[in-house]
């Protein structure tokens, strides 16, 4: 899929699933999801370099690692929606003994999931030991992970970021999403972090930022830059400035929807504003 207007129509048709997700069980991780949701339809439609079929190995095609897995509805939409398992599992969101638990589980083996997600800051060190695990197999394959500027508040990214560049883990593009909230608030409020951007290039890597994180061409322009820049000795971070709860007006310019289901008035609201292009599940 690579027509700008069917990507848009399939985000469009994501936001549904994740809305009607986390309403059905009045449970789950709205706002980031809805923020990522145009940087997943890219990664998933047109960036990552995937083979047919799910194995655990992964050889011979670009794998992604999501760190922050509480905003799993748009993964679980997303990998459903790109063929990895039916569409019809949706509904399955959040119930009990099903598959598609609140943070991502390998252990029912789940097409698409490569790792349990959902302890934050744990995601970057998984997704260098893929990486160093490509050059060894002598793959030349690009490995992504996806992460919240929240969770870097997490001290193991920051060990994991000094590996990464000591050890020129250059196969590897982290993109942080750089929405500016977490769960209790504001990211400055909570604990100020500072220049995100002049920290990682002080750890050794190249940065780059895609200001309009919600524009799916934006995306698809600013990661094709970022894949430019693999191979030449260092790791490479995406500042993605995104904005959570993206396409719900209600939801966005806040923290609040982080961690809250929309009721009954809401849900329908919000769909309102998100019309039906592939068909719900």
């Given at each position: 899929?690579?027509?700008?207007q069917?990507l848009n ?5 994501v ?5 009607r ?16 949701t145009?940087f ?9 370099e ?5 194995n ?8 992604f690692?999501l760190?922050n ?6 993964f679980?939409?997303v ?6 398992f ?8 959040r119930?009990?003994?099903t ?16 790792v349990a ?5 744990q995601?970057?060190?998984?997704a260098?030991g ?9 793959d030349?394959h690009l ?5 919240g ?14 590996y990464?560049a000591a ?5 590897y593009i ?5 929405n500016g909230?977490q ?6 409020e909570v604990l ?9 290039i ?7 930022e ?6 799916i ?17 260092k ?6 400035h995104t904005?959570?709860g993206?396409?719900?007006?209600f ?10 289901a ?5 849900l ?5 504003q998100?019309p ?6």
């Amino acid at each position: 899929m690579s027509n700008t207007q069917q990507l848009n129509d399939f985000a469009t048709q994501v936001r549904r699933d994740i809305l009607r997700m986390v309403h059905a069980v009045n449970s789950g991780h709205p706002g980031g999801s809805l923020g990522c949701t145009e940087f997943f339809t890219a990664l998933y439609q047109v960036i990552l370099e995937r083979k047919e079929g799910f194995n655990m190995d992964g050889n011979g095609e670009d794998l992604f690692f999501l760190s922050n897995g509480h905003i799993s509805p748009v993964f679980y939409s997303v990998l459903a929606r790109s063929g990895y398992f039916p569409v019809s599992e949706l509904a399955t969101f959040r119930l009990l003994n099903t598959r598609l638990q609140g943070h991502p589980t390998t252990h029912d083996g789940l097409p698409g999931i490569r790792v349990a997600s959902g302890s934050l800051g744990q995601g970057m060190s998984v997704a260098i030991g893929a990486a160093l695990a490509k050059k060894l197999n002598g793959d030349k394959h690009l490995i992504y992970s996806l992460h919240g500027d929240g969770e870097l508040q997490e001290g193991q990214n920051w060990e994991a970021m000094m590996y990464a560049a000591a050890y020129k883990v250059d196969n590897y593009i982290a993109t942080v999403d750089l929405n500016g909230k977490q769960i209790d608030g504001a990211t400055d409020e909570v604990l100020p972090m500072g220049d995100i951007k002049a920290k990682f290039i002080a750890f050794g890597w190249d940065v780059l930022e895609i200001t309009e994180g919600n524009n799916i061409e934006a995306i698809l322009a600013g990661m094709s830059e970022a894949k430019s820049r693999t191979g030449k000795g260092k790791p490479v971070c995406v500042l993605l400035h995104t904005e959570m709860g993206n396409g719900v007006d209600f939801m966005m310019h806040t923290h609040a929807w982080h961690g809250k289901a929309p009721n009954d008035d809401q849900l329908a609201k919000a769909l309102e504003q998100n019309p039906v292009t592939l068909g719900d599940y």
